[in-house]
């Protein structure tokens, strides 16, 4: 069984696969869960997992949220298609911040409700309903200013309170929007924990190197 995994996904070709970066010191099991398995895996366990059912946006969460249902690891990282790893000490590094998670602080905002309405305007997002989202956590007594994380990177030890975590937010997910960095403070608060801080932020970080495609502006 390996170490820890990196985890990745990519539905209705939104990224480019960036090939896996050995790492030291760590048996690391790397899985690309996908729609379309690419012609060349780079080195990435594909898993295909197609869901036309749903938007390709929410049907990417899945592996975000409940990373244990595609690998026997007992720690896992994920990362959104968007970075390519820099660093051949990121996964040791980054799972030593995690107690039992671990993410970047968002580098702009610190409030769900802010980012709500950021996000509310953004043409990836329209016909979700965010705004309706954060009236719901209003009123269910989530407060002002809790904290916000960025999603992109997330490094955890596969706990009972990580899992249930990850059950919440995929529920929330189909409930509401997809925009995952509003519903995760709620589902945070609900169960209990709060990510430790990753050092840096994920567009600043010796780590990772952001290679996002044209589809996500």
């Known amino acids: 069984m ?4 990196v985890i990745t996904a990519i539905y209705d070709q939104y990224d480019t696969l960036k090939p896996p ?3 030291r010191g760590v048996d690391v099991d790397w899985v690309l869960v996908t729609d379309q398995p690419p012609a060349d895996a780079l080195g990435w366990r594909v898993v295909h997992e197609p869901r036309p059912e749903m938007h390709p946006n929410r049907a990417a969460k ?8 595609y690998t026997d ?16 000490r990121f996964v ?31 043409s990836k997002y329209q016909g979700e309903p965010i705004a309706a989202q954060a009236d ?25 309170d990580v899992m249930l ?11 509401w929007s997809f925009q995952d960095q509003i519903s995760q403070p709620y589902c945070l608060r609900v169960t209990g924990l709060r990510p430790a801080p ?6 600043d970080t010796p780590w990772l190197r952001y290679e996002a495609s044209r589809r996500h502006w």
């Open 198 to 203: 990753l050092p840096g932020s994920h567009i």
């Open 136 to 160: 719901h956590y209003r009123h269910r007594g989530h407060p002002a200013f809790w904290g916000l994380w960025a999603t992109g990177v997330i490094a955890r030890h596969h706990t009972p």
């Open 21 to 23: 970066l050995p790492q």
């Open 2 to 5: 390996s170490t820890a995994a």
């Open 73 to 88: 690891a007992d720690a896992s990282i994920w990362v959104d298609a968007s970075f390519r790893i820099t660093s051949d």
């Open 92 to 122: 040791a590094e980054a799972l030593s911040y995690a107690d039992p998670i671990a993410q970047f602080p968002h580098p702009w905002r610190d409030c769900l409700y802010t980012e709500a309405a950021a996000s509310a305007g953004l």
């Open 165 to 175: 975590l990850g059950r919440h937010w995929d529920a929330q997910t189909h409930a």
């Open 62 to 69: 899945a592996p975000k949220y409940e990373p244990w249902r």
